[in-house]
């Protein structure tokens, strides 16, 4: 009964002989009779009998030694970045400037940039050397100058904006104050209104004048 087992298991892959009947254990006989059942299970994706076949692409050209040992070691961190940059831009400003009838310095800085309202305040310092060019005392000397800047979008088409400046030294000080309101017509059509009050002190004394504008202007 043995030799017929071991001849069923030896010769089961290739050839099928007819089995003998005889009498004995049924387990023995039903494996006997089934060689497949004594195969292993196979657990790995290329089996050994070629069951199963991998895609495997060109193998890859292997690394030398002599190139590994050239190739820089990139460690964690040591990647470059790329520079990033802010689009915003500083608030305020610092200037000196020089003209026929003033020199000195201002300070501005932007309170209120976003959105519809902005507010903007400048001051400086300077010597006029000579009265009555521009807006200011009619006399030269140290003089110290600031401007107040009010805007207002009023929709997509109206501007509102109210300046202050004023100027004093030498036991003088002068005012203006204006008002402008800027209105889109046409993409390249604007209607202009200003209105002003200049304000000045002199010795003993002072004036106030007033004028106002309207234009219609277009931009080529």
């Known amino acids: 009964m043995l030799g017929v087992l071991g001849l069923a298991l ?6 099928t002989l007819p089995m003998p009947v ?22 790995s994706t290329r089996c050994g009998d070629e069951e199963w076949q991998i895609a495997m692409s060109a193998p890859m050209p292997a690394e030398s030694t002599t190139d590994a040992r050239q190739r820089p070691l990139r460690l964690p961190g040591s990647q470059s970045f790329a520079a990033l ?11 000196l400037y020089s003209n026929d009838f003033r020199i000195g310095t201002r300070y501005s800085v932007q309170a209120v940039r976003n959105g519809p309202t902005q507010l903007g305040l400048t001051l400086g310092a300077g010597y006029r050397l000579a009265p009555l060019y521009d807006d200011g005392i009619n006399q030269p000397g140290p003089v110290l100058r600031g401007e107040l800047n009010l ?22 000080a002068f005012v203006k104050q204006s008002v402008s309101l ?9 209607l202009e209104s200003d209105f002003a009050i200049r304000h000045d002190t002199q010795t003993g004394g002072g004036k106030e004048t007033a004028e106002s504008s309207i234009e219609l202007r277009r931009r080529f």
């Open 22 to 43: 005889t009498t004995g254990d049924p387990t023995l006989m039903a494996i006997a009779s089934d060689p497949a059942q004594m195969r292993l299970y196979c657990f």
């Open 10 to 15: 030896l010769g089961g892959p290739f050839v």
């Open 151 to 172: 805007g207002q979008q009023i929709g997509e088409r109206a501007t509102w904006t109210q300046r202050v400046q004023f100027e004093s030294g030498r036991g003088e």
């Open 182 to 190: 800027d209105v889109t017509l046409a993409p390249n059509w604007t």
């Open 85 to 95: 940059s802010a689009p915003a831009t500083p608030r305020d400003s610092k200037a």
